[in-house]
């Protein structure tokens, strides 16, 4: 039987991640690529190539490629908070998750369990 957590907990992860928004005449849809930091249920840290001052949005759509048998998840996150990160050349945002399927929240907490547990292993 899988430990039930609250939805507090924290992974922290090293996770691909691509992020789409709207330049600001709302022309044009932008990607970039960047890395997940750590989640939860309820949100996460991402790491963007971008400065601070680009990333202007409210909010971020998101996808995740991941193997099997978590395939893709989609999703937008809030911004609630963001810094630039000069020594890695980068803007770490914190992103609350809008809401989500059963079907992606499933996934997304199968993916924090399944890190959960190899962090407790790996102790």
Request: overall charge negative; aromatic content about 6%; some cysteine.
């Given at each position: 039987?899988k430990?039930?957590?609250?939805?507090?907990?924290?992974a922290?992860?090293?996770i691909?991640?691509r992020f789409?928004y709207?330049?600001?005449?709302k022309?044009?849809k932008?990607?970039s690529?960047?890395?997940?930091?750590d989640?939860?249920i309820?949100?996460m840290?991402?790491e963007?190539?971008?400065?601070?001052e680009?990333?202007?949005?409210?909010?971020?759509d998101f996808?995740?490629?991941l193997?099997?048998p978590?395939?893709?998840i989609k999703?937008?996150?809030?911004?609630?908070?963001?810094?630039?990160?000069?020594?890695?050349?980068?803007t770490?945002?914190g992103?609350?998750?809008?809401?989500?399927?059963?079907s992606?929240?499933?996934?997304?907490?199968?993916?924090i369990s399944?890190v959960l547990?190899?962090?407790?292993?790996?102790k």
């Amino acid at each position: 039987m899988k430990k039930q957590r609250g939805s507090d907990n924290r992974a922290k992860v090293d996770i691909p991640i691509r992020f789409t928004y709207e330049d600001e005449e709302k022309n044009h849809k932008i990607s970039s690529h960047g890395r997940i930091e750590d989640i939860s249920i309820n949100g996460m840290c991402v790491e963007l190539p971008l400065s601070a001052e680009l990333i202007e949005k409210k909010h971020l759509d998101f996808d995740l490629d991941l193997p099997n048998p978590f395939i893709k998840i989609k999703g937008q996150g809030h911004i609630q908070w963001k810094r630039w990160d000069a020594q890695k050349n980068c803007t770490t945002c914190g992103l609350k998750l809008a809401p989500m399927t059963l079907s992606q929240l499933s996934d997304w907490d199968m993916i924090i369990s399944e890190v959960l547990e190899d962090q407790t292993t790996v102790k």
